[in-house]
């Protein structure tokens, strides 16, 4: 019988010792990923955890936001006051509160329906605004997601809403008019 080549043999032994080290860290990867991102993504704030859908989608930019539990919302919004709304949009009311370290928001109250329509729309726009920064628009400083509640708390701004500063009492006027046509 004759012998192998010694450099045939040494370059096969590479290529199934490579080929089982990639199978070994695929492994390890489809394993062990999921536990050090939710170590990656502990909660920022003291008894709300990371939602599930949050911790296998996590970006770079979802680290920079703080998971607030409900109770803490309602606590400052003032369990969600009439007095403390700021306005209503597409998605829902937005209310003002004030958190326990002093700071103002504005917690927008998206309306989820009881068959989880929204949740994917909730899931988008945190992603969305947490990665998009620029000086004009409000940073978004935390979410919520408990139970059938979804809310966004971004800084608050004063000084009116957006519509006041952008459309003066004119351009509204003629905005109306023409929708009456």
Not at 40 to 66: C, D, H, W
Request: with cysteine.
């Amino acid at each position: 019988m004759a012998s192998a080549n010694p450099n045939t043999v040494f370059l096969v032994f590479i290529v199934i010792l490579v080929i089982v080290i990639v199978i070994l860290l695929g492994i390890c990867w489809k394993f062990i990923r999921p536990e050090m991102m939710r170590k990656l993504m502990r909660p920022r704030s003291a008894g709300s955890e990371v939602p599930e859908y949050f911790s296998g989608n996590m970006s770079g930019n979802l680290r920079t936001i703080t998971y607030f539990d409900y109770a803490t919302l309602k606590k400052a919004t003032r369990d969600f006051h009439q007095k403390n709304q700021l306005g209503r949009g597409g998605f829902g009311p937005v209310y003002l509160g004030k958190l326990d370290d002093g700071r103002k928001v504005a917690v927008k109250q998206l309306s989820v329906g009881k068959s989880g329509q929204g949740e994917s729309e909730f899931f988008v726009e945190v992603n969305m605004i947490t990665s998009i920064q620029h000086k004009n628009l409000v940073r978004l400083v935390g979410c919520c997601s408990e139970g059938t509640q979804r809310l966004l708390v971004y800084e608050f701004m004063k000084n009116k809403s957006l519509d006041k500063i952008l459309f003066g009492m004119d351009t509204k006027i003629n905005i109306s008019a023409g929708e009456k046509k």
